[in-house]
Protein backbone atom coordinates (compact mmCIF):
# COMPACT_ATOMS: atom_id res chain seq x y z
CA UNK A 1 0.00 0.00 0.00
CA UNK A 2 3.08 2.45 0.19
CA UNK A 3 4.05 1.94 -3.22
CA UNK A 4 0.10 3.35 -4.20
CA UNK A 5 0.34 5.69 -1.93
CA UNK A 6 3.58 7.14 -2.87
CA UNK A 7 2.38 6.88 -6.44
CA UNK A 8 -1.03 8.63 -6.10
CA UNK A 9 0.61 11.85 -4.23
CA UNK A 10 3.41 11.52 -7.18
CA UNK A 11 0.58 11.90 -9.97
CA UNK A 12 -1.36 14.91 -7.91
CA UNK A 13 1.73 16.86 -7.32
CA UNK A 14 2.37 16.16 -11.17
CA UNK A 15 -1.29 17.50 -11.70
CA UNK A 16 -0.81 20.12 -9.66
CA UNK A 17 2.47 21.42 -11.55
CA UNK A 18 0.95 21.10 -14.93
CA UNK A 19 -2.22 22.82 -13.68
CA UNK A 20 -0.02 25.89 -12.66
CA UNK A 21 2.20 25.77 -16.19
CA UNK A 22 -1.10 26.17 -18.12
CA UNK A 23 -2.79 28.42 -16.05
CA UNK A 24 0.67 30.51 -15.57
CA UNK A 25 1.61 30.12 -19.53
CA UNK A 26 -0.17 33.42 -21.22
CA UNK A 27 1.32 35.46 -18.53
CA UNK A 28 5.02 34.26 -19.03
CA UNK A 29 4.67 34.74 -22.91
CA UNK A 30 4.11 31.27 -23.70
CA UNK A 31 2.04 29.85 -26.04
CA UNK A 32 -0.83 27.78 -24.32
CA UNK A 33 -1.03 24.10 -24.70
CA UNK A 34 -3.64 23.61 -27.73
CA UNK A 35 -2.32 26.86 -29.65
CA UNK A 36 1.14 26.14 -30.36
CA UNK A 37 2.61 26.51 -33.92
CA UNK A 38 1.53 22.93 -36.14
CA UNK A 39 -1.84 22.37 -34.44
CA UNK A 40 -3.76 21.97 -37.29
CA UNK A 41 -7.42 23.80 -37.43
CA UNK A 42 -9.68 23.51 -40.25
CA UNK A 43 -12.65 25.55 -40.54
CA UNK A 44 -15.81 25.13 -42.87
CA UNK A 45 -19.58 26.91 -42.26
CA UNK A 46 -20.97 23.19 -40.45
CA UNK A 47 -18.23 22.64 -38.36
CA UNK A 48 -14.53 23.17 -36.86
CA UNK A 49 -11.95 20.39 -37.03
CA UNK A 50 -9.19 20.97 -34.77
CA UNK A 51 -6.51 18.75 -34.33
CA UNK A 52 -3.25 20.06 -31.87
CA UNK A 53 -0.68 17.62 -34.07
CA UNK A 54 2.17 20.07 -32.39
CA UNK A 55 0.67 19.87 -29.25
CA UNK A 56 0.53 16.14 -28.85
CA UNK A 57 4.72 16.00 -30.16
CA UNK A 58 5.46 18.73 -27.43
CA UNK A 59 3.78 15.97 -24.90
CA UNK A 60 4.88 13.14 -25.90
CA UNK A 61 8.57 14.01 -25.98
CA UNK A 62 8.69 15.44 -22.63
CA UNK A 63 6.51 12.62 -20.89
CA UNK A 64 9.44 10.22 -22.72
CA UNK A 65 12.19 12.34 -20.83
CA UNK A 66 10.04 11.71 -18.17
CA UNK A 67 9.84 8.29 -18.09
CA UNK A 68 13.20 7.66 -19.24
CA UNK A 69 14.99 10.10 -16.31
CA UNK A 70 12.64 8.05 -13.62
CA UNK A 71 13.50 4.67 -14.84
CA UNK A 72 17.00 5.04 -14.35
CA UNK A 73 17.40 4.42 -10.91
Same mark, same amino acid.
Given at each position: ?????????????????????? !??? &?????? @???? =???? #?? /???? $??? !??? &?????? @???? =???? #?? /???? $??
Amino acid at each position: MMALGKLLVAAGLALLVLGAMI !LLA &PRLGLP @APGK =LPGD #LV /YKSP $RFT !LYF &PLATCV @AISA =LLTA #LF /YFAG $RR
